[in-house]
Each structure stands twice: as C-alpha cells, then as structure tokens.
C-alpha cells in the first residue's frame, strides 16, 4: 500500500544457524566502531559520482544519533552488568557512560585474569536484559548480498537499471530504510545449566608485527529457530519496490547462505529464512503529527 513516496514492509528472519553476536567492550565500541561509522557516513555522502571502495558501505546511511549511540552503550553495558551482578541505573549520555563502563571492564579484566570469565563478542542487551539486534545490520547484510550478486549476475530482470555492484549498494542504501533502531528477538541467548552464556569457539588468524598468529575467538550466540522483526521504509518508485519486491526478495534469499552477524562466510553461521509483507504505514510519535 503506497502512502505518498513510500510503501512499508514487515520483514520477518528465522535463523537456520546459530547467529553470533557482535558487539566488543563500550569503549572500543564506541571509539572503533560507533565513531569510525560516523566519520565515513559522513565523508561518504559528502561524494559524488563514483564512490571510494572504503566508503561504499556508508553511502546514502543515515547519521547515526546520540540517541542510538546511547541506546547501544546502554546495550553493551547491561552484558557487562550482568556477569557483574550489577543492577545500577545507567547514565543517559556518552561521556558519562563510557565513564561508568571503565569500572565495569576494569572489574571484567579482573574476573578474566581469575580464570572466571572469558573476553566474547557479545549481543546487546534491553532494561530486562534481552539481547537485541541494531536493525542497519539488515541493511548491511543486504548491501553484502547485492554485492555477491552483482559479481555473479544473480539477479532478477527488475535490477537492470542497476550499473554496477556500487550502484545497486548506494540505491538500496538510499531506497530501503528500517523504521525501528531495534529488533528484539523471540528467544534469549544460549546458555548452560548454570544460567552461564554458551559460547561459540573459533579459530582466527592475523598477522601482528609482521607475524602470523592464531587464536580463539568466543561469542554469545542466539539459537536457530529464532525470530525478529522489523519494518522497512522503501521508495515507492525504487526497482526494489518493482514487481512484489522481486529484487528485494532476491536479495534476502542469499540469506539462506550469506547470513548475519560473526562467522557468517566460512562459519555459515546467522543463516536465515524470511517473510516479507506490504502493510500500511507505522504509526508515527504523535510528536511528529502535522508534520509530512
């Protein structure tokens, strides 16, 4: 159902392989990852004509605010209070929580020496201590398999207007848009029979100081058959909105094989299967009523 520029779509994933979660310590989240992704937004929408292959993924990305830069510390944090036994109330802005996350990873650091606890990637966690999902992560798995698919010329005949695997990301980026920041799943990670987090074990290599090195890498995991939700904003006139989403559909197919979060090339890990469904436009914040 089209309403003005845009139709919307309920997206629905089941994961087939367990999903591994991503997030690393607040403030190496914040410094390397939230920091770095704000500077190449901006620098990438800043280009035109051809894109710079380091900032191809960024293009047409919305600014991601302090309030979903707060929401995702917050989601870190809460990880960390957990293993902790905290049960503080959290600061509301960045400086303050990157402050009150020195105490919670000096303590971590501690329980690691001891032998007690083990460094994972892990999920973000809500006020009840869920895991949940930043939904851009669709939006980057999407623009990851319509890069697959350009490569090899997968895809269906309504993707013709798209020139090259630079073009069909920068349109997708700027066409299709998640309404939620979140996405919550339907199940809680995987644990023991102590309540203790299950994590997956995988080799990694890297090269330090011109060495090769090996080592073992650990995330939380979320298990198969785990469900979650989000509504995607999509130009009505876009070639994603072409033929009952046929593009759009091609796209999230490949999600039986390239899937979401850690190890999902060699690993096959975040695999899923999907629903996708026009539906009618979410309702807004009645802040915003009045307003186009």
Request: hydrophobic share 35%.
């Amino acid at each position: 159902m089209a309403t003005k520029n845009f139709i919307y779509a309920k997206l629905q994933i089941k994961i087939t392989s367990e999903q591994l979660g991503t997030a690393t310590a607040a403030s190496i989240y914040a410094e390397h990852v939230l920091k770095t992704a704000q500077k190449q937004i901006k620098k990438a929408n800043k280009m035109s004509g051809k894109v710079a292959k380091a900032f191809q993924k960024y293009k047409g990305t919305d600014p991601i605010s302090e309030i979903k830069e707060v929401a995702e510390l917050k989601g870190i944090i809460r990880s960390y209070q957990e293993v902790l036994g905290k049960v503080e109330d959290l600061p509301n802005d960045v400086e303050g929580l990157l402050e009150y996350s020195k105490e919670c990873e000096a303590e971590f650091e501690e329980m690691v020496k001891n032998g007690s606890e083990q460094k994972a990637t892990i999920f973000l966690k809500d006020a009840d201590g869920k895991p949940m999902l930043s939904s851009h992560m669709i939006i980057g798995n999407l623009k990851e398999n319509a890069k697959i698919s350009t490569n090899n010329s997968t895809l269906p005949k309504e993707s013709k207007d798209f020139k090259s695997k630079i073009s069909i990301q920068e349109m997708l980026a700027l066409d299709i848009s998640p309404v939620e920041p979140f996405m919550y799943p339907d199940k809680g990670i995987v644990r023991d029979g102590n309540g203790k987090p299950v994590l997956c074990e995988r080799p990694i290599s890297f090269e330090r100081m011109g060495k090769r090195e090996t080592a073992i890498a650990l995330s939380e995991q979320l298990p198969i058959g785990t469900e979650y939700s989000v509504t995607l904003r999509i130009r009505a006139d876009s070639p994603f909105a072409a033929k009952d989403l046929a593009v759009l559909r091609s796209l999230l197919d490949l999600g039986k094989s390239n899937g979401i979060g850690q190890w999902r090339g060699s690993g096959n890990k975040g695999q899923y299967v999907y629903k996708i469904d026009v539906v009618k436009e979410p309702k807004r914040d009645p802040m915003f009523d009045g307003w186009n």
